[in-house]
Nanobody, 117 residues
Framework: QVQLVEAGGGLVQPGGSLRLSCAAS????????IGWYRQAPGKQRELVAV???????NYAVSAKGRFTISRDNAKNTVYLQMNSLKSEDTDDYYC???????????WGQGTQVTVSS
């Protein structure tokens, strides 16, 4: 089993920054793929950024150039640094881990990000 706990969400003004963290525990491995997703009420969850065990990253178009995903395998933690935030970044953000071995996917409980003046 895997447990994922997100933190770092909150209210920020447009142009501001937030750093989300996702702490993983349980049966996790450095090769597991971890990503950040966002979801608005009534809408599908969509990818924001993902990082592989090798450190390769991929970003949604809306996140490129503003967000940076990183991982600290020693701390079993993945971060999403969000800069130049816009009102349209407002959403619930979820951390996801996918096992490299069998593809099993786990989700955290989410953290809310609100960008508003």
């Amino acid at each position: 089993q895997v447990q994922l706990v997100e933190a770092g969400g909150g209210l920020v003004q447009p142009g501001g920054s937030l750093r989300l963290s996702c702490a993983a525990s349980g049966s996790i491995f450095s090769l597991d793929v971890i990503g950040w997703y966002r979801q608005a009420p009534g809408k599908q969850r969509e990818l924001v950024a993902v990082i592989t065990g090798a450190g390769n990253t991929n970003y949604a178009v809306s996140a490129k150039g503003r967000f940076t995903i990183s991982r600290d395998n020693a701390k079993n933690t993945v971060y999403l640094q969000m800069n130049s935030l816009k009102s349209e970044d407002t959403d619930d953000y979820y951390c996801s881990l996918q096992h490299w071995s069998d593809g099993a996917t786990y989700w955290g409980q989410g953290t809310q990000v609100t960008v508003s003046s």
